[in-house]
């Protein structure tokens, strides 16, 4: 077999795709003929002395353009050259000092008054406006103060004297929307994004990145009767998709918290919902009662009863899993808290039937109810191989939990529809970290919602959370309106399969769909005077 025959190569390109200007290759080589002077040969002296003149002539251009724009005569005289400058720099040097030496032999004549000339001007540091902050120092950046613990501008002089309560207004596609929701006959808020408790602390953290006096209510920390140590540490751990925690209530107790705490929330204006937790039934009557005696109660909207805190050393302080325990715990909050102030209790999503304890606590004397709280875990550390959190066990919130706080407030909302438990506000809380998420609660039946772990890592989220829930509403209506949209649709598509299911009785449809259903009537009316006849007939014959 022949070999192919070889393809002939290609001539090598002669010409370069980049051919250089004409003279370029006479100036890298060095030649130095000027070609607009005819070819004339001059030395580099001449070149420079040249290209010094026409730079010289071409500042004169520029001047007098300038001049010309700014309509002035520009003073007609030679550039200064670089030596004049040097000069005229020296002897501007010997001047001065000169003339401090003159000075220093003068006589002190000053007057011994400081005129202040300090101006009068306080800077602008309201709550909410942007700090810089040092990352990976913990400071404020260079040429900033720090960040005030308190808003000087915000905090009044007494806990008696309190600025007035601020309402946002909120505008989309050129309408207002309206934001306000109602949780009980004297509670309503100006919107319905709230923190969840033990989140933000007290408020004063928060309120260094916006004004705490913006959300629908601020929830605090629970507080007990006594000052609390918690658990032991580590006391956090982040999970896949959200943290454990194990932090045991710690707090300084309720004494300290309406000295120090909500004094200091009624000056910013926030509207407080109260976390509270005890030890024993009794505990939180006490709590109560210290609270409701305070100087700054009537800051106060509500009381959130933690009855289902999972981090505890003893499980049964957890009092939502019991129907029993939760009725005792309500009845003696109820008896110390005033009639118009609602309370909350917090629910477990560790039961086998929430719609049950949802029903003992409102019988029990709650206003509403707040779902969900953490869901207990845990974690092992595969390097020691032990747990790790010093509590042992903790509690999950984060995304995580957020599918089971929206089938959890679905299937007590539902059951409130039904009439199988009295009506009452739901606070949806659980994984919320968008005004998406906040959307999905609401439609689920909750009237308000509450951003916790998201805090963490976004200081900024109950307000970034705010306005997406403001967009995402006013795009299809109002709070009030969307609450519980889930289920109504739900019932809606139940009802319209039960309307286009056939009855059991009815007969099956046979052969085209055209064909009358009177066919299939007449045959099972055959069918059943056949058997009767029979049954006639064996009658007869066993009289016979």
């Known amino acids: 077999?022949?070999?192919?025959?070889?393809?002939?190569?290609?001539?090598?390109?002669?010409?370069?795709?980049?051919?250089?200007?004409?003279?370029?290759?006479?100036?890298?080589?060095?030649?130095?003929?000027?070609?607009?002077?005819?070819?004339?040969?001059?030395?580099?002296?001449?070149?420079?002395?040249?290209?010094?003149?026409?730079?010289?002539?071409?500042?004169?251009?520029?001047?007098?353009?300038?001049?010309?724009?700014?309509?002035?005569?520009?003073?007609?005289?030679?550039?200064?050259?670089?030596?004049?400058?040097?000069?005229?720099?020296?002897?501007?040097?010997?001047?001065?000092?000169?003339?401090?030496?003159?000075?220093?032999?003068?006589?002190?004549?000053?007057?011994?008054?400081?005129?202040?000339?300090?101006?009068?001007?306080?800077?602008?540091?309201?709550?909410?406006?942007?700090?810089?902050?040092?990352?990976?120092?913990?400071?404020?950046?260079?040429?900033?103060?720090?960040?005030?613990?308190?808003?000087?501008?915000?905090?009044?002089?007494?806990?008696?004297?309190?600025?007035?309560?601020?309402?946002?207004?909120?505008?989309?596609?050129?309408?207002?929307?309206?934001?306000s929701v109602d949780l009980g006959s004297d509670m309503s808020l100006p919107n319905p994004v709230m923190t969840a408790s033990g989140c933000a602390a007290n408020g004063r953290e928060l309120h260094r990145f916006f004004d705490v006096a913006e959300l629908g209510a601020f929830v605090t920390k629970t507080v007990m009767l006594n000052p609390r140590s918690g658990r032991g540490t580590p006391r956090m751990a982040e999970t896949a998709s959200g943290m454990l925690n194990s932090i045991g209530l710690q707090g300084p107790g309720i004494e300290a918290?309406?000295?120090?705490?909500?004094?200091?929330?009624?000056?910013?204006?926030?509207?407080?919902?109260?976390?509270?937790?005890?030890?024993?039934?009794?505990?939180?009557?006490?709590?109560?009662?210290?609270?409701?005696?305070?100087?700054?109660?009537?800051?106060?909207?509500?009381?959130?009863?933690?009855?289902?805190?999972?981090?505890?050393?003893?499980?049964?302080?957890?009092?939502?899993?019991?129907?029993?325990?939760?009725?005792?715990?309500?009845?003696?909050?109820?008896?110390?808290?005033?009639?118009?102030?609602?309370?909350?209790?917090?629910?477990?999503p560790d039961v086998t039937d929430i719609v049950m304890i949802a029903r003992a606590a409102l019988a029990a004397g709650a206003s509403g109810l707040t779902m969900i709280n953490t869901l207990l875990g845990m974690q092992i550390d595969t390097d020691r191989l032990a747990p790790t959190l010093g509590g042992i066990t903790g509690g999950l919130s984060g995304p995580a939990i957020h599918p089971i706080a929206v089938r959890a407030v679905y299937q007590v909302h539902a059951a409130m529809r039904s009439g199988r438990i009295p009506a009452a506000p739901i606070i949806g809380v659980g994984g919320v970290s968008s005004g998406l998420d906040a959307l999905q609660l609401i439609a689920a039946g909750a009237c308000a919602v509450q951003v916790g772990t998201a805090i963490f890592h976004d200081p900024h989220a109950p307000a970034r959370v705010l306005g997406e829930l403001a967009e995402a509403v006013g795009r299809r209506d109002t709070p009030r309106a969307l609450r519980g949209a889930a289920a109504r649709r739900d019932g809606l598509r139940r009802t319209a399969v039960r309307r286009h299911r056939p009855a059991p009785w009815a007969p099956r449809r046979v052969g085209p769909a055209r064909q009358p259903c009177r066919v299939g009537v007449v045959r099972a009316a055959v069918r059943r005077g056949v058997r009767r006849c029979c049954g006639l007939r064996e009658a007869a014959v066993g009289v016979l």
């Open 1 to 179: 077999m022949s070999p192919p025959p070889s393809t002939p190569r290609k001539p090598p390109r002669k010409t370069p795709r980049n051919p250089p200007r004409p003279g370029a290759r006479a100036r890298a080589v060095g030649d130095d003929r000027d070609h607009r002077t005819g070819g004339e040969r001059r030395t580099d002296g001449e070149h420079r002395e040249d290209r010094g003149h026409r730079g010289e002539h071409e500042q004169h251009d520029d001047l007098d353009a300038l001049a010309e724009a700014a309509g002035v005569e520009r003073l007609s005289g030679p550039v200064a050259s670089e030596s004049d400058v040097a000069a005229s720099v020296t002897s501007v040097t010997d001047a001065a000092h000169d003339v401090g030496s003159r000075e220093e032999s003068m006589p002190d004549i000053t007057p011994d008054i400081t005129p202040d000339i300090t101006p009068e001007v306080t800077p602008d540091i309201t709550p909410g406006a942007d700090v810089p902050y040092d990352q990976e120092a913990g400071t404020p950046g260079a040429g900033e103060a720090d960040p005030p613990d308190e808003a000087p501008a915000q905090v009044a002089d007494s806990p008696q004297q309190s600025v007035p309560r601020r309402t946002t207004s909120y505008v989309v596609d050129g309408r207002d929307i309206d934001m």
């Open 257 to 348: 918290f309406v000295t120090e705490d909500l004094p200091w929330l009624k000056s910013v204006g926030a509207r407080v919902l109260v976390s509270i937790a005890g030890t024993e039934p009794r505990e939180f009557a006490d709590v109560t009662r210290v609270l409701r005696n305070s100087e700054a109660f009537d800051a106060v909207v509500g009381i959130e009863v933690n009855i289902s805190c999972p981090n505890v050393a003893n499980r049964g302080l957890v009092y939502a899993c019991d129907v029993t325990s939760t009725t005792q715990v309500l009845k003696e909050v109820r008896t110390e808290l005033p009639p118009d102030i609602p309370a909350f209790a917090k629910l477990s």
